[in-house]
Each structure stands twice: as structure tokens, then as C-alpha cells.
Nanobody, 118 residues
Framework: QVQLVESGGGLVQPGGSLRLSCAASGFTISNNAMSWYRQAPGKERELVAAITSAGGSTNYADSVKGRFTISRDNAKNTVYLQMNSLRAEDTAVYYC???????????WGQGTQVTVSS
């Protein structure tokens, strides 16, 4: 079965760090653009970070630039989101998305909760 499984979420204090992982199974992500989204209660899902298939280009939401880093390890079929200097406003469910060459080749993970609170 085709799956994207996020892990690494949890409760962290402001200023702390977390690393999220997104492991793909049932398909290969090597030719796919990968991205992380997040959705806080009562808010729309927003793009946090994106990375091209080769990893040569990344994009970040203004709110996370300088704090978050997206990376990929195609050999491990996994994408990561390193989150540093976390703030309360980073609290959300974080989702991993894979987009293949065809419009239909889109997959979402189940999401992992990140809570930043003292």
C-alpha cells in the first residue's frame, strides 16, 4: 500500500527543536517534489516548506525562514523537517505531501501533532 508516515512530533518548549520525518512506502519519492504543510485549529492548511526532487531548490514560508530546514534522503525514501527556535505559533498538525510527475500522483501523510508550549 502507498503510504507517507510522519513521525517526530510532540510537545516541546518555546525555543526548542524537533525533527520531523516523513517515510514513504509503497512508492519511490526520488522523482517527486516533497513538501511540509501545517494546519492549526480554525486555520487553513498552509505550506511550510518544499523541496525539489533533486534537493537543489527549497522554499519556505516567511514565518519559518531561518528556523526550519527541509531536506531529503532519497536513498532512505524519507523527507525531513528540522525545526529550531520553535514558537507557540508553530503549534499545528504537520503533514507531509508528495507530488509526482502526474497530477494524480499526490499523496498525503496522516499528520503529526507539534505542540509548542511552556
Amino acid at each position: 500500500q502507498v503510504q507517507l508516515v510522519e513521525s517526530g512530533g510532540g510537545l516541546v518548549q518555546p525555543g526548542g527543536s524537533l525533527r520531523l520525518s516523513c517515510a514513504a512506502s509503497g512508492f519511490t519519492i526520488s522523482n517527486n517534489a516533497m513538501s511540509w504543510y501545517r494546519q492549526a485549529p480554525g486555520k487553513e492548511r498552509e505550506l511550510v516548506a518544499a523541496i525539489t526532487s533533486a534537493g537543489g531548490s527549497t522554499n519556505y514560508a516567511d514565518s519559518v525562514k531561518g528556523r526550519f530546514t527541509i531536506s531529503r534522503d532519497n536513498a532512505k525514501n524519507t523527507v525531513y523537517l528540522q525545526m529550531n527556535s520553535l514558537r507557540a505559533e508553530d503549534t499545528a498538525v504537520y503533514y507531509c505531501k508528495s507530488q509526482g510527475p502526474y497530477a494524480t500522483q499526490r499523496h498525503w501523510g496522516q499528520g503529526t501533532q507539534v505542540t509548542v508550549s511552556s
